[in-house]
């Protein structure tokens, strides 16, 4: 929403955090289609081109559904009404939306064996992986801002499953604290981390009693 609103001083910060994001997701989708590299690429860039001249931000409507779904929908249709041109990113006057290098895309996604999925599970896959990894970056700066950037480069890995059997023992001996020190440690990040989420999830569905079952579905995505 902030995005879509160019009156608002956030709207620019908004829409680059929003590019960044979901770029790859997107452009997974494409890829699946069976679009090389580089013209996945041209479709991804011309498809947030087409977003900004058509201002189909500004006209989003929280209520009406997932912001998930509302790119996935919008992305089909922008592929359909332009497969045939001769240059996709021409649409957006040759501005350059969002950097894609095509080569270091392709290179990711042909190491993920989960691309042998649907689009739309490629998609879900994708989409789940960035949002994890914008959970992870802001749960870092604020590490980060308390001056704990050691704490977070060596608990960060605690974050996803059971650490193996004296793992924070050793852990505690290489950030200079007891064990009990680093379970708590431990269990508050994790407990940020899931605070984090849910506000991030917040932002792309229709209501609050949305999330859970959105959390559910992006985690199901991530088990294949």
Known sequence: MSAGNADS??????LENLCTTYWFPLYAFVRRQGM?????????????????????????????????????????????NEIDRENAIKRGGGVTIVSIDARLADSRYSNDPVFSQTPERVFDRQWALALLDRVRATLRAEFAERG?????????????????SGRYRQLGQ???????????????????????????????VASEAEIDTEIQTLFNALRG
């Open 9 to 14: 001083p956030a709207s620019r910060e908004a």
């Open 36 to 80: 090389d590299a580089h013209r996945a690429a041209d479709l991804t860039q011309g498809f947030f081109a087409s977003l900004l001249e058509r201002d189909d931000l500004a006209k989003l409507d929280q209520a009406r559904g997932k912001f998930r779904s509302f790119l996935l929908a919008s992305i089909k249709n922008y592929m359909l």
């Open 148 to 164: 704990k950037d050691d704490q977070f480069k060596y608990l960060s890995g605690c974050l996803t499953g059971q650490p193996a």
């Open 174 to 204: 290489e950030l200079g604290l007891s064990e009990s020190a680093v379970k708590v440690i431990v269990y508050r990040m994790k407990q940020r981390f899931g605070e984090i989420l849910r506000d991030e999830i917040a932002h792309t």
